[in-house]
């Protein structure tokens, strides 16, 4: 939900992209919702309307497959989302990038589709790796898969981003006091001369 907060709030003004979390992908080459399905735990996919779904189902969706996953891996998941979902999304949806982390021992790693296969996305000096799709780095920060942006600003949530200009209003009105309080105090000074 944060990541998913997180990208709703810098992309308030876009509406070109869908982005979910814990939303079943169906791939049905039959157009089947009882055949090949999967549950992802957060994706996008640009180029698209972002009205609200419950399912993403490929074939009502011009054949659009997500064009980032990441996953969240556990002890029941890990081995899955390494492995079967890893080979799931490089040969049959094609997705351009793949991301895991893995909250318990903050495991991350980043794959981009080269040539039909996924390459390791390098760390850069913070830790953290780039992502062309959303052009946006994925780092952890206090134990949290976050976003941050090209200049490795962390991408606020909503509440971070009004706590921030809250503090900002509160020191501007701190100084406007301050200022006001001077310019009596050199008015009062001015009047005694």
């Known amino acids: 939900m944060l990541l998913l907060n997180c990208l709703d709030w810098i992309g308030k003004d876009r509406n070109d992209y869908f982005a979910g979390r814990s939303v079943t992908v169906y791939y049905s080459p039959n157009r089947r919702k009882s055949e090949y399905f999967r549950g992802l735990d957060f994706f996008v996919v640009r180029h698209t309307q972002p009205h609200p779904r419950r399912s993403w189902m490929i074939w009502e969706e011009d054949g659009r497959y997500p064009d980032l996953i990441i996953e969240l891996l556990s002890d029941s998941t890990a081995d899955v989302d390494r492995n079967f979902k890893k080979r799931l999304y490089a040969e049959t949806f094609r997705t351009p990038e793949y991301f895991w982390f893995d909250p318990d021992s903050r495991e991350?790693?980043?794959?981009?589709?080269?040539?039909?296969?996924?390459?390791?996305?390098?760390?850069?000096?913070?830790?953290?790796?780039?992502?062309?799709?959303?052009?946006?780095?994925?780092?952890?920060?206090?134990?949290?898969?976050?976003?941050?942006?090209?200049e490795g600003v962390l991408v606020p949530t909503p509440k971070e981003a009004a706590t921030a200009t809250e503090e900002a209003l509160t020191s501007t009105e701190q100084a406007l006091v301050s200022e006001q309080s001077r310019a009596e105090k050199l008015a009062e000074k001015l009047r005694e001369l």
């Open 108 to 150: 991350f790693q980043g794959f981009a589709l080269v040539r039909g296969t996924y390459q390791p996305v390098e760390v850069n000096a913070e830790g953290r790796r780039w992502s062309e799709q959303l052009q946006l780095y994925l780092g952890v920060q206090n134990k949290q898969l976050r976003f941050f942006d090209s």
